[in-house]
């Protein structure tokens, strides 16, 4: 188990308001990815970091924001969330030689 | 670019009956494979992988994938369907481990149906 914990697990929120969602992992892995699953769609990634400080955009980046103070954490901000947001979000790890490690998912609904 | 295309959004099978699901990428380099399968509201698990070497990769639950490069494919193979295989499954490739060329891109998606 690669520790990846995932929070809120569920969230209902607003059109307008800010939302963060939380990924955190407990084995110091340098790559951390976020993803957005959709029905058809498959799962497309948003954002990526490779470091402590170090991000970059992913295919669907628009209207998302991360940050990554500390290696075990990577946020994920909605700055003003829209219905089209309304997704499940998929944190997941590169492990050298094992793949990828996904968490269980922030299920987000915006109203 | 690279990309997975995923032949089939639904399939059915009849319980012991033979699970072929269908993956073909597009990558300029050779590339890194991996197939995941989602049960209902939980996350994605690693089915198996091929990074280098041996074509033939076999995962967990009986199931096997080839990887071709002639093909492009990368196809999902079980001998014989378990109720318990009814998912969702991924398909995903990427150009390395980690990094901006580590990324995965994923194919829609194929969900697997099992008949008694």
């Known amino acids: 188990d690669a520790g990846i914990t995932q929070s809120p697990r569920h969230k209902v929120t607003e059109t307008g308001t800010p939302v963060t969602l939380r990924c955190h992992q407990t084995?110091?892995?340098?790559?951390m990815y976020w993803y957005r699953q959709d029905p058809g769609h498959g799962l497309r990634l948003i954002h990526y970091?490779?470091?402590?400080?170090?991000?970059d955009k992913g295919e669907v980046s628009d209207g998302y924001s991360v940050s990554r103070s500390k290696t075990e954490d990577f946020l994920l901000t909605l700055e003003s969330a829209t219905s089209s947001q309304t997704s499940v979000y998929f944190c997941a790890i590169s492990v050298q030689g094992l793949g990828y490690t996904f968490g269980s998912g922030t299920r987000l609904t915006v109203v | 670019a690279q990309s997975v295309t995923q032949l089939g959004s639904h399939v059915s099978v009849s319980e012991g009956a033979l699970v072929l699901l269908r993956c073909n990428y597009s990558?300029?380099?050779?590339?890194?494979l991996f197939w995941y399968v989602q049960y209902p509201n939980q996350g994605l698990q690693l089915l198996l992988k091929?990074?280098?070497?041996?074509?033939l990769v076999k995962g967990i639950n009986g199931f096997e994938a080839e990887f071709k490069k002639s093909e492009t494919s990368f196809h999902l193979t079980k001998p014989s369907a378990h109720m318990s295989d009814a998912a969702e499954y991924f398909c995903?490739?990427?150009?390395?481990?980690?990094?901006?060329?580590?990324?995965?891109?994923f194919g829609k998606g194929t969900k697997l149906s099992v008949k008694p």
């Open positions: 091929y990074t280098t070497g041996a074509t």
């Open positions: 995903a490739v990427s150009r390395a481990h980690g990094g901006s060329q580590g990324n995965l891109i």
């Open positions: 970091s490779y470091g402590v400080k170090d991000t």
């Open positions: 084995e110091n892995h340098r790559y």
């Open positions: 990558s300029s380099v050779p590339p890194y």
